[in-house]
């Protein structure tokens, strides 16, 4: 399955707002740090990568961790693993 | 209104999760409590059939109140003091003068039963809601299944100060009942409590600090290496490991589990592991992961995540608020290298752990570098002398460097 940039980007947002209701993604940039941005902590993150893999059916590993610090990180990689 | 902790003297009912006629068993959740600390369910405390809910959602009554009552299954007339489930659980019961519920009326006890018509309300939306006085009924809900979400209240209030600018009612919490101070605020209730609670630690326990550095490499190559075979779901994350580990630490050196009552140290039957939550309005809870030491780590991280979550949501059950044996604050994640924390009364022992930080280390003579973490533990002095608590360190390092075995 192939996602758009546009997909991943909206898939990594709407986890995001999963763990966080009140978070505005748009407003942090997607370059910030998620974690620090958004206060998660381990298992919030580990809740976050969940819902990057079930939603996209892309396979994640803990060595794929620090990709994932940005939203530009996690599109990337959802792109990339989903095409 | 059953005590959810040893410093609470009265709770807000939320909500009911029942309506009358509805057949109840002991353990089902009745309804939502709003404690200073959180919002808790309350399970009933006995099998029957609910005949009437005497508090009505928004008021705030002093414990050992009946909430409900419930008649044994089969029976259609009212038993006067049949049973006042969910009554207090470890409290004698309330002196008439003490309780403080208006005479429930027959009518209108029913009609808010079940919240708000076409969706749920999230606690933080419900939480500001009261703060700010917002009528939860006006707000419509923007989240799934008309779901009403923080930004919903706020949307709302927006919109009601602009109607009526100069009513000094907008400003007013709408559910305290009205012997609480009109200005004080839910989270300035939970700040009072948690600085009631730290301030009687803090004046009866004479408090000693233990601390140690421990090598975590062990713990974190087998974690790397036994997460990839683990959907994300299981994957375990090190403050799990260091959790089941401090479990086990606990069972061998009794006297760090348990509590100090009357003078005397009581020691707990079993390691019910208090883990300290962060919920997102700033409140702070420690609640009972049950039996820890008994459980696989698989099983301490599900229930982690499942404490935690709901902690979050403002869910946690009675028991787990009463019942920690010892508790565990884990800061790593707010990027601090030590914890020395304060015990919660009247347990003798709290356990602070840091970030998992590489250091430079020491191993066969030779220097490298190592994921490491700082482990203190505060103890009280009446209880426990800094041996038995150095003992304890020492155990849980061992542990920790026999990842396989937890």
Request: negative net charge.
């Amino acid at each position: 399955m192939t996602i758009t940039r546009e997909q991943a980007r909206d898939v990594v947002e709407r986890a995001v707002r999963r763990i966080v209701p009140d978070a505005d993604v748009a407003s942090v940039g997607d370059d910030a740090d998620l974690r620090a941005a958004f206060e998660l902590d381990s298992l919030d993150f580990l809740s976050f990568v969940e819902l990057l893999a079930t939603e996209t059916g892309v396979r994640i590993d803990e060595d794929d961790y620090p990709e994932l610090t940005t939203a530009t990180g996690c599109t990337d990689l959802l792109v990339r693993r989903a095409g | 209104m059953p005590s959810l902790g040893a410093d609470m003297d009265a709770g807000t009912l939320v909500e009911w999760l029942v309506r009358a006629g509805d057949t109840v068993h002991r353990g089902d959740p009745m309804a939502v409590v709003d404690t200073d600390k959180s919002a808790i369910e309350v399970e009933s405390f006995d099998d029957g059939v609910v005949e009437a809910l005497l508090v009505e959602p928004g008021t705030r009554v002093a414990v050992g109140t009946p909430l409900a009552r419930l008649v044994a299954v089969g029976m259609t007339v009212a038993a006067p003091e049949q049973s006042a489930a969910p009554a207090a659980a470890s409290r004698p019961a309330p002196s008439p003068g003490q309780v403080v519920v208006p005479a429930p009326s027959p009518g209108p006890v029913v009609v808010p039963v079940g919240g708000r018509p076409g969706g749920r309300v999230s606690p933080y939306a419900r939480r500001l809601a009261r703060e700010l006085g917002v009528d939860l009924d006006r707000v419509s809900g923007s989240g799934a299944d008309g779901a009403v979400h923080a930004e919903d209240v706020l949307a709302a209030r927006a919109t009601t100060t602009e109607q009526v600018p100069d009513s000094p009612a907008v400003e007013e919490p709408v559910a305290l009942e009205s012997s609480a101070p009109p200005a004080r605020s839910a989270r300035s209730a939970r700040r009072e409590t948690i600085a009631a609670l730290m301030s009687r630690a803090k004046r009866e326990i004479p408090h000693y600090y233990v601390a140690t550095t421990v090598d975590l490499h062990a713990l974190t190559e087998w974690l790397r290496r036994t997460n990839r075979e683990r959907s994300v779901a299981e994957r375990i994350v090190p403050a799990a490991a260091v959790l089941k580990a401090a479990a086990l630490a606990a069972r061998r050196h009794p006297g760090l589990n348990g509590f100090w009552v009357d003078d005397a140290f009581v020691p707990a039957p079993e390691v019910h592991l208090g883990v300290a939550v962060h919920v997102r309005d700033g409140a702070l809870v420690a609640p009972a992961i049950h039996r820890t030491a008994d459980l696989s780590l698989p099983e301490v991280m599900a229930a982690l995540r499942d404490l935690v979550s709901r902690a979050r949501a403002g869910r946690l059950r009675r028991a787990e608020m009463a019942d920690p044996t010892l508790t565990v604050t884990d800061l790593g994640d707010q990027g601090v290298e030590e914890v020395i924390g304060v015990i919660y009364p009247p347990q003798v022992a709290l356990l602070g752990v840091g970030r998992v930080v590489e250091r430079p280390w020491a191993v066969d003579g030779l220097l490298g570098v190592r994921p490491t973490v700082r482990l203190t533990l505060s103890g009280d002095h009446r209880a426990t002398d800094g041996a038995t608590g150095a003992r304890f360190l020492t155990t849980l390092d061992e542990l920790l460097q026999h990842p396989e075995e937890l």
